[in-house]
């Protein structure tokens, strides 16, 4: 990886102002692995911040841009980055994975105000138990001005294989919404059994000029998601889908829906 945090006591560092897979002329230089990963119970790390200088930009690089991994693994703060574009958020540079993945159970992580676009797989995974992790304020599948396309290549946000109790978006924020726009697939993409209470919560998922081909997507026994509060319009196919036996008791209310394809 580019940058590796490991270990218990790897706790409260600072990763801000880097550029993590590109050369000084926006050039792919991938790292093989992650652009930054942060691992084994190291805790309230931070990556980017709060004004402009503590951007990161993390692209080009092998198997993603952030993993943040291990149930152990807590507080974690991805803010303010450029992930997958190159620095001025105008050009694509691919991550080869997603652009930020939480997994395995890690907790407590904080994304917000980053850019993810442009990656080859989805904007922003949590999976594999990811728990309790908030994401809002993020532009995911366009440029940084927000009138054009750099599609993710799956999903711009998905919830897999057991992840709970995670908030995209945040109610009580005026600018706690996600504007998720322009990805391949899906905008939300939430899937799997255990996958569950989850609030997908004030969102602008799709744009006129800027569809996802589907709004939100429920499918393969994802059970108990609350898709609520949301502007869903501009999508090329339906505005959400519910789709399986096994996924049930999902809560889909108090949304915008329309026109969608």
């Known amino acids: 990886p580019g940058v590796l945090i490991s270990g218990e006591s790897a706790d409260r560092n600072r990763i801000a102002g880097n550029v993590i897979g590109l050369s000084a002329g926006n050039d792919l230089r991938p790292n093989n692995n992650r652009g930054v990963y942060v691992r084994l119970g190291a805790d309230d790390n931070i990556i980017g911040g709060s004004v402009v200088a503590d951007r990161n930009t993390i692209s080009g690089n092998g198997t993603g841009g952030v993993y943040v991994t291990d149930a152990a693994t807590t507080g974690t ?17 691919a991550n080869a994975g997603s652009g930020i993945a939480i997994a395995n159970a890690a907790s407590g992580s904080v994304v917000r105000q980053n850019l993810v676009s442009g990656n080859s797989n989805d904007g922003i995974t949590l999976l594999s138990g990811a728990l309790a ?4 304020n993020n532009q995911v ?3 940084l001005a927000g009138n054009a396309a750099l599609p993710n290549a799956a ?9 709970s109790n995670n908030d995209i978006g945040d109610p ?13 697939g899906a ?3 939430i899937a799997d059994a255990g996958t569950s209470n ?23 026994g994802a059970q108990g998601n609350r898709i609520g509060g949301n502007v869903v319009r501009g999508n090329s196919g339906a ?18 829906v329309g026109p969608n394809g």
Do not use: C, K, W
């Open 77 to 93: 703060v991805v803010r303010l980055n450029y992930i997958g574009t190159d620095p001025t958020g105008a050009a694509a540079r």
């Open 133 to 136: 992790n908030s994401v809002f």
């Open 141 to 143: 599948g366009v440029n």
């Open 155 to 163: 999903s711009g946000i998905a919830l897999l294989s057991g992840a």
């Open 172 to 184: 009580l924020s005026p600018f706690g919404f996600n504007a998720i726009a322009g990805n391949a």
């Open 187 to 189: 905008g939300i993409f």
């Open 198 to 220: 989850n609030r997908v919560v004030t969102n602008v998922i799709g744009s006129a000029g800027l569809p996802n081909t589907t709004g939100v997507l429920l499918t393969a």
């Open 239 to 256: 505005g959400v889908v519910v789709f399986g036996a096994t996924t049930t008791g999902n809560a889909i209310r108090d949304n915008q």
